[in-house]
């Protein structure tokens, strides 16, 4: 058994953990042999990306709450809105922004594991900015002479990002809700034929060269050609045709068409990941593995900026507190402004935006994207040729 990791499955390891590039639990790469259907509770990985999903939802709206009364108790909301200050207001934003650093956490885990992996990216720029962020502003806290905070724009960043993990997870997941839709298309028993006795067995059961018994308004568990009866079966599911079409003795049938009337004798020939609805499976598995053209180049260019950040903000503090002579408190807060102005707010919600509806509605209207990448070049596209099956 080997494992992947759901939003990044080009990593792959012998053994259950954490994936180095997001920190998000590795879940197991299902192999060919395994049935279809999957067992009750779903894809390991669609559940993995819904659960990250939640999580990060939850945290957004746990920011959200606290954001308001940060910016209304903030040194810029008092003024606004017209209150005087008063010494109690520094403790309050410090309360605020640690509950709010609480939720941030998950991204200090994330960078954990880049940093491990040295492969620094998006989380350890985040982190940073964070990190430093808040404790330099709990220090101001502590030491009012420093008069230097960014509680309400550390916080603000994390709830930016939030939301485009959030996205991020939910655009991964939406494969996942297509494969559930798939693996609706079979039965979950079939009616095997065991020296003329029926037995009802699970479809995950059933293996090449059985016979199976189909019954009116039954489905088809698995590919096989019919050795006694005929029927008419709705084949909607592969051709798109809403009229039942005629199959007879030695013709075939595919997992998933609906048998309108008759009952006829299936010998099955290709069944779990073998069948049409198998192979329809994989190529939604294929799908989710992909990414947008876009979001490659994003990749490529957090980890990119997140060491050119590094380095502004080391050059900032050096030429202000070395050569400008300015103090040590006006370098350090350059130095994090540097941080906190390069995280990539664009990266981390604008592609996963655009990944989630164009997802979600493609799904919604029984379109599966085999590619995310050849999705970005519909655009340039003249004509659409269908075959003779397609369904305009």
């Not at 309360?95 to 885990?109: D, N, Q």
């Not at 004798?265 to 992909?290: F, P, Y």
């Amino acid at each position: 058994m080997r494992y992947t990791c759901p939003m990044h499955p080009e990593v792959v390891a012998d053994k259950p953990g954490l994936c180095p590039k997001c920190g998000m639990g590795l879940v197991p790469i299902e192999h060919k042999e395994h049935p279809v259907n999957p067992p009750a509770g779903g894809h390991g990985a669609s559940m993995q990306m819904m659960g990250a999903a939640e999580d990060f939802l939850r945290r957004f709206w746990g920011v959200t709450i606290l954001l308001l009364p940060l910016a209304i108790f903030s040194e810029p909301g008092m003024k606004w809105v017209g209150y005087a200050d008063f010494e109690l207001r520094r403790w309050l934003e410090l309360g605020l922004a640690t509950a709010v650093f609480y939720m941030a956490l998950v991204f200090f885990e994330h960078a954990r594991h880049e940093i491990k992996a040295r492969q620094y990216g998006m989380m350890t720029l985040v982190s940073l900015a964070v990190g430093s962020g808040y404790v330099f502003s709990a220090v101001a806290t502590f030491l009012p002479q420093l008069k230097s905070e960014f509680y309400l724009e550390i916080s603000t960043l994390i709830w930016v990002l939030l939301f485009g993990h959030y996205l991020e997870a939910r655009s991964s997941s939406a494969a996942g809700d297509a494969l559930q839709e798939v693996v609706k298309l079979l039965p979950q028993t079939a009616h095997l034929i065991i020296r003329g006795e029926i037995k009802n067995v699970a479809v995950a059961e059933l293996e090449e060269k059985d016979l199976v018994l189909v019954k009116p308004g039954e489905k088809v568990p698995a590919d096989g050609v019919i050795q006694k009866g005929e029927a008419n079966f709705n084949e909607a599911h592969i051709t798109g045709e809403s009229k039942p079409a005629k199959r007879v003795v030695g013709d075939r049938v595919v997992a998933g068409a609906i048998c309108a009337d008759g009952s006829v004798q299936v010998r099955l020939d290709r069944v779990g990941e073998n069948s049409t609805v198998g192979q329809i499976k994989k190529l939604i598995e294929m799908a989710a593995q992909t990414k947008p053209n876009a979001q490659r180049l994003a990749d490529r260019a957090s980890r990119w900026l997140t060491l050119i950040a590094l380095g502004v903000a080391l050059l900032a503090f050096s030429i202000w507190s070395l050569i400008v002579g300015q103090t040590l408190v006006f370098s350090v807060t350059l130095a994090i402004t540097v941080l906190v102005i390069a995280c990539p707010h664009a990266l981390g919600l604008a592609i996963p935006t655009v990944s989630t509806i164009a997802t979600q509605l493609a799904v919604k209207h029984g379109l599966f994207i085999k590619d995310l990448s050849k999705l970005e070049q519909v655009k340039e596209a003249t004509y659409v040729i269908f075959d003779k099956t397609g369904t305009l």
